[in-house]
């Protein structure tokens, strides 16, 4: 992750520096001078220094580098109000993040070239953790919201398998982690969102107000509104976790047992990895089981069944938030070696499970341990029911497998980037024979074409709550959908 490489006074100066723009140069002034419209009046600031704008044109891929014109750090929900209706009036682009520098989308999704990103890790207060939910800024992460919630024995329902990711950011794409197969995904478990549309206003939304405009958000990729805030879903958690891991040769028996524990739910966590055996591959199954002390869970019982080769089975117990921040360790690795900063081409898709195992076996066919540069291979399914976010498009079937490819680009040069890129887009290509949708957080190009065919058959639902919420096309254009 990029650290901020600004500092303070220059953020200090930069803001007292510019006080209007100036829409026939389409540049910043100092004064209001003829021509000039004056910026809105803020409780944050408005930052365009040349460190700030670099760092807001990274990402964790660093494949795009869109620089923008301005980032505005708000000192509240109300700043967000005022810059979007003043970008609107002046044809300025707009796109909430995760923090300058600190997104950790892979392609740009967050970028704005020549427009205004809004670093919504400046909002980021936790104003409530009740029985059932807690009432969060979206600038807050979710391990933040994790450390708050824990202590009552209370965890969101479903965790991304890094927790360093905002609420807003990972509401506006899905959210996804080895709990979906019984809850959904983070979109599924969000009851309630205060939204800035693209028209400015800012609206309470919830299945039973604003609805339109709630299932437009959730997995809408900050097309319809920036999420300021959200009513997450908390359950109750017992305090540890027991991780089984254990291989296994044939994909198949990899596959059904997979499904097989998702249905028959004596797991609550399932999730899986290819990993690299003896020159071929071989398949992990990870799953876990929450208990009290006390109640230790019954290994002979939960492993009744399962095709895993003998011997690979290894049993670790450790804390529910160890188990939920079990990444922490190795990104901090990552970062220590610099390999953090390196260009990561990911490509993640949905598959249908009754084409998962060819579609599987093909792209593992075509992949080699250097079109990885050691990054991992996740394989899990997750149940179709549970999905309630309309713009989340996931395959036709009753189970979808997550297939994800987390490359690094190893050199880290253009020339790898670009081949490694080439490459998701081949298979992308095949994915979208299958029936398979891309999960779209990844490194894919894609035109507006490939955009309406992925929304199909809602694409006339998702054009028209742009219609109604952003008409006039402010908001987020890094995916390049209109
Ligand atoms: C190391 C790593 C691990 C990951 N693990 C998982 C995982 O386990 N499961 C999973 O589902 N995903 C995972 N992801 C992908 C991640 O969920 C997406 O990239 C997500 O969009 C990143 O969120 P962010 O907080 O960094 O947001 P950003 O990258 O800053 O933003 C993401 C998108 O959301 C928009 N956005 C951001 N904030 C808001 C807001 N408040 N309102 C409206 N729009 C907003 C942005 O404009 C952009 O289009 C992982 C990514 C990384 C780098």
Avoid at 148 to 170: C, F, H, N, R, W
Avoid at 356 to 368: G, I, Y
């Amino acid at each position: 992750m990029t650290s901020r490489t600004f500092s303070r006074r220059s953020m200090l100066q930069s803001a007292l520096a510019a006080a209007a723009f100036i829409p026939a140069t389409r540049s910043w002034a100092t004064t209001v001078e003829p021509g000039a419209v004056p910026l809105p009046a803020l409780d944050g600031q408005l930052l365009m220094d040349p460190a700030t704008l670099a760092a807001a044109a990274e990402d964790f891929g660093h494949i795009q580098h869109r620089v923008p014109w301005a980032v505005l750090v708000p000192g509240s929900v109300q700043d967000i109000v005022a810059m979007v209706r003043f970008a609107r009036c002046q044809g300025l682009r707009i796109a909430g993040s995760r923090g300058i520098g600190e997104s950790h989308s892979a392609f740009g999704q967050a970028q704005v070239e020549a427009g205004i990103v809004i670093d919504m890790s400046a909002l980021a207060t936790i104003h409530e953790i009740g029985p059932t939910s807690a009432w969060v800024d979206a600038g807050v992460r979710w391990h933040e919201l994790l450390q708050a919630a824990l202590p009552a024995g209370k965890s969101p329902p479903v965790l991304t398998d890094y927790i360093e990711l905002s609420i807003g950011g990972t509401l506006s794409v899905g959210g996804i982690g080895g709990q979906a197969f019984r809850w959904g995904l983070q979109v599924d478990n969000v009851l309630e969102m205060d939204v800035v549309t693209g028209e400015g206003e800012l609206v309470r939304c919830s299945p039973w107000q604003e609805r339109t405009l709630f299932d437009s958000v959730r997995a809408g990729l900050g097309q319809f509104g920036i999420i300021v805030r959200a009513r997450v879903r908390l359950v109750d958690v017992p305090p540890r976790a027991r991780t089984y891991i254990a291989l296994y040769n044939d994909l198949s028996r990899f596959l059904a047992d997979q499904r097989c524990l998702i249905e028959d739910g004596r797991f609550d966590y399932v999730e899986g990895a290819v990993v690299a055996s003896g020159g071929g591959w071989a398949y992990q199954l990870e799953v876990v089981k929450y208990f009290t002390p006390g109640a230790e869970p019954q290994d002979a019982t939960l492993l009744a069944g399962l095709g895993f080769q003998p011997g690979t089975l290894q049993v670790t117990d450790g804390s529910y938030f160890d188990f939920a921040n079990r990444l922490a360790p190795l990104v901090a690795l990552l970062q220590q070696l610099g390999v953090w900063e390196f260009p990561h081409p990911w490509l993640d898709m949905f598959v249908p499970a009754h084409s998962a195992e060819a579609f599987v076996q093909e792209v593992l066919s075509q992949t080699t341990d250097a079109d990885m540069g050691q990054g991992p291979i996740l394989l899990y399914p997750f149940r179709t029911s549970k999905l309630t976010a309309p713009f989340l498009r996931a395959p036709a079937d009753t189970h979808v497998f997550l297939f994800s490819l987390l490359r690094t680009a190893i050199p880290p040069t253009p020339e790898k980037v670009a081949e490694l890129v080439q490459k998701n887009r081949a298979i992308f290509d095949r994915l979208t024979a299958i029936g398979g949708k891309l999960y779209p957080v990844d490194a894919v190009p894609m035109s507006p074409a490939d955009w309406r065919r992925h929304f199909s058959p809602y694409w006339w639902r998702f054009d028209l709550a742009k219609q109604l919420f952003d008409p006039a096309r402010v908001l987020t254009p890094g995916q390049g959908i209109f």
